[in-house]
């Protein structure tokens, strides 16, 4: 199967990401600069240290975890990709669709990262009590 993008260093990236594992964590700082700045819909926070403990905390909660990116886009030092995250939760197996825009340091590490997705759509309305009333909620601000 063909890289989905010719950049290495995009390929390393997304590389990393579909091969995600709590071991692989350790070769975080081949892929993210030492001083990286990361944002997603519940965390902001800048360093290597910060960034594993985020990905750390996701293997602690939920089962299963796995990204497969979608696209890949790159231009000089910017990258943007769309990806699915599938994970289990308990018996329920859910994906969130989402989106990375990324810039790389002059050592073709990524120095920041800001991850998009609906945290209502994507997470929220798939949990039995609480996506019951975001739905709702939904309805009734569509009205």
């Known amino acids: 199967m063909p890289a989905l993008h010719p950049d290495p260093r995009v390929a390393r990236v997304v590389a990393f990401y579909e091969r ?3 071991d692989s964590l350790g070769t975080l700082a081949e892929v993210y600069a030492p001083g990286a700045r ?5 965390n902001e926070v800048q360093g290597l240290d910060a960034i594993r403990a985020i990905f750390t905390h996701m293997f602690q909660q939920v089962q299963a975890p796995r990204f497969v990116v979608l696209t890949a886009v790159a231009e000089d030092a910017q990258c943007f990709l769309t990806w699915d995250f599938h994970f289990q939760t308990g018996d329920k197996a859910l994906t969130i669709h989402g989106a990375s825009h990324l810039r ?20 929220y309305e798939k949990l039995p009590v609480l996506g019951s009333l975001m739905r709702w909620l939904k309805r009734r601000a569509s009205r």
């Open 20 to 22: 995600l594992t709590p």
């Open 38 to 42: 990361f944002k997603d819909p519940f």
């Open 104 to 123: 790389f340091d002059g050592g073709g590490r990524v120095a920041w990262h800001r991850d998009y997705w609906d945290a209502a759509e994507e997470l």
